[in-house]
C-alpha cells in the first residue's frame, strides 16, 4: 500500500532552515510527482510547490520563490523539502503529497503525509 | 484571502443534506478539475473528490460533487457525526501556475 513518512516535528530560531523528508512507500518513487503543502495553526491549506522525483525538476509557489528547494534521493525514494531565513509566521505543519495525474480526470493530491510540525520561535 | 471562495462554516443535523460551494475564476475552476479533501481534526488532508464529481475508492456515496462553469459544490447527504471535519476545493490555476486552495469549510452536525 502506498505510503508517505515523513521526518519528526522540528523547533528552529527565526533566520534558521529546516529539512523535511518525506519517504515513499508502495509505489514507483519516480513514477509521480510530489508535492509540499503546509497549514499554519487554525489556518487553511497553502501550497508550495512540487517536484518531479524523475528529472528533479521543480516549480514553486510565487511566495516561497528563493527560500524553498525541493529535491530528491531516488535511491531511497525520499523527497526533501527546505526552507530557509524561517519566520515566525513560518510555524505550521508541512505535508508531502503524491500527485496522482491522468489525462481525462487531471490531477489530484491522491495520498498524504502524516505532517511535520515546524515551529519558528527564538 | 483565498483565490477559490468556500463558506466559513455550514452545519446540519444527522440524516440531512448540506452543500458546500466554491467559487472560482475562469483560470483555475473555469478550466480545469476540481478537487475536495476532507481533513477530520488533528489528521492529514485525504482526498475525497476528483476530476469535479468521481469518488477515490473507499469513499462513500453520500458524498457528490459537481461543477458548473467557474463554480463547484460537494454535497453530503444521509449527514452523519464523523463527517464533523473541514473540507477544501482545490484546482490549478493557469494564469498563478499554482495549485490553489479555498480558504476551508468547517462542517459541524449539530
Known amino acids: 500500500q502506498v505510503q508517505l513518512v515523513q521526518s519528526g516535528a522540528e523547533v528552529k530560531k527565526p533566520g534558521a532552515s529546516v529539512k523535511v523528508s518525506c519517504k515513499a512507500s508502495?509505489?514507483?518513487?519516480?513514477?509521480?510527482?510530489m508535492h509540499w503543502v503546509r497549514q499554519a495553526p487554525g489556518q487553511g491549506l497553502e501550497w508550495m510547490g512540487w517536484?518531479?522525483?524523475?528529472?528533479?525538476?521543480?516549480n514553486y509557489a510565487q511566495k516561497f520563490q528563493g527560500r524553498v528547494t525541493m529535491t530528491r534521493d531516488t535511491s531511497i525514494s525520499t523527497a526533501y523539502m527546505e526552507l530557509s531565513r524561517l519566520r515566525s509566521d513560518d510555524t505550521a505543519v508541512y505535508y508531502c503529497a503524491r500527485e496522482d495525474y491522468d489525462i481525462l480526470t487531471g490531477y489530484s493530491l491522491d495520498y498524504w503525509g502524516q505532517g511535520t510540525l515546524v515551529t519558528v520561535s527564538s | 484571502q483565498s483565490v477559490l471562495t468556500q463558506p466559513p462554516s455550514a452545519s446540519g443535523t444527522p440524516g440531512q443534506r448540506v452543500t458546500i460551494s466554491c467559487s472560482g475564476s475562469?483560470?483555475?475552476?473555469?478550466?480545469?478539475?476540481v478537487n475536495w479533501y476532507q481533513q477530520l481534526p488533528g489528521t492529514a488532508p485525504k482526498l475525497l473528490i476528483y476530476s469535479n464529481n468521481q469518488r477515490p475508492s473507499g469513499v462513500p456515496d453520500r458524498f457528490s460533487g459537481s461543477k458548473s462553469g467557474t463554480s463547484a459544490s460537494l454535497a453530503i447527504s444521509g449527514l452523519q457525526s464523523e463527517d464533523e471535519a473541514d473540507y477544501y476545493c482545490?484546482?490549478?490555476?493557469?494564469?498563478?501556475?499554482?495549485?490553489?486552495f479555498g480558504g476551508g469549510t468547517k462542517l459541524t452536525v449539530l
Open positions: 482545490a484546482a490549478w490555476d493557469d494564469s498563478l501556475n499554482a495549485l490553489i
Open positions: 508502495g509505489y514507483t518513487f519516480t513514477g509521480y510527482y
Open positions: 517536484i518531479n522525483p524523475n528529472s528533479g525538476g521543480t
Open positions: 475562469s483560470s483555475n475552476i473555469g478550466s480545469n478539475t
